[in-house]
């Protein structure tokens, strides 16, 4: 794999599109957008569901807090390597049924009634990628 990505890294700087893997370029490409698209709404979701944690779960906080703020500050960092403006899109776009998941993961993390945690998503993206 690695050679053959070489090869077409190769042909692509010298300009010799006639000689290129189309189809598996192709391939390739989607599986790529679809690899980065999963990853920020990955890291999107494990954001969200920290900061319900550490906003509404008062009793395990205290204990548990620097950890789940640390939890949060390493994925910021992954998610600031990932967001391009179309991912970003992608996140903004996905935000509610996001937090849809991981309101349903922190219920069921801290055994909390539902009515415990906003029906709606209380964080704007730009609140995911930095909160002091």
């Known amino acids: 794999y690695d ?8 042909l692509l700087n010298q ?6 893997d189309v189809a598996n ?5 989607k599986a790529l957008g ?3 698209k999963s990853a920020v709404k990955s890291l999107v ?6 900061l319900l944690l550490i906003d509404y779960w008062e009793e395990e906080s205290e204990y548990s807090r620097n950890h789940w703020l640390a939890e949060v500050d390493a ?8 967001l391009t403006t179309n991912l970003s899109t992608l996140a903004k776009d996905n935000l509610p049924r996001l937090y849809v998941r991981a ?10 009634s ?13 609140d995911i990628q930095s909160r002091n």
């Open 75 to 82: 994925f910021q960092l992954q998610l600031e390597d990932k």
């Open 15 to 20: 300009r010799e599109f006639e000689h290129l």
């Open 34 to 36: 679809r690899a980065e």
């Open 103 to 112: 309101r349903k993961n922190a219920v069921r993390k801290s055994r909390l």
């Open 45 to 50: 979701y494990q954001i969200i569901l920290y």
């Open 3 to 10: 050679s053959w990505l070489e090869e077409q890294i190769k």
């Open 114 to 126: 539902a009515d415990c945690f906003p029906d709606s998503c209380p964080y704007t993206l730009e």
């Open 25 to 29: 370029l192709i391939e390739e490409l």
